[in-house]
């Protein structure tokens, strides 16, 4: 495991709710009018919205984009409406006050972004979802060169600017003996 990047619950600066519970309500109000926009079919935040739909009991118009980037365009807009995104595209935007963040999909808050309250805290009680990274090797790779690969990112992961870097960007990062 290299890092686990949790997911931000983002809205349009149109969208009414000030907090994911009036979020859920005026989805509930609005039922099929309002679209979640993701980063294309099967990915994270495709998946991410359908949970979310299954939780919450609500009825939203999935739009899969060709990346993250025309779905940022369009969100900022006002043609969609909600996202489940990557802190490190959507904290500019939120920061900016361009976009309204309801929570981090973590049970903890992120270090970069800790007014942010997580899904718990803001009444989505277990509703984790992640984007993690880890280095992979083939079958049959050598226990030593697995154990090699490994020693080199535990050491890359411990040097203070790269654990700075990953964590402006909103990840999460693992300590020795999480690998």
Known sequence: LISDGPQL??????VPAKDIKELIAWL???PGKAMV???GVGGASHLAGILFQNTTGTNIQIVPYRGAAPR???MLSGQIHLA???AASSLPQVRGGNLQAYAVTSK????VAPDIPTVDEAGLPGFYISVWHGLWSSKGTPKDVVRM?????MDALDDPTVRQRLTEL???LPGRGQQ
Do not use: H, P, W, Y
């Not at 903890?108 to 270090?111: E, G, I, K, V």
């Open 28 to 30: 509930k109000a609005n």
């Open 84 to 86: 489940f995104d990557q």
């Open 108 to 111: 903890t808050r992120l270090a």
């Open 170 to 172: 909103g990840q999460e």
């Open 9 to 14: 619950i983002v809205a349009a600066k149109s």
């Open 72 to 74: 940022m365009q369009d």
């Open 149 to 153: 690969l490994n020693a080199a990112i």
């Open 37 to 39: 926009g993701t980063t």
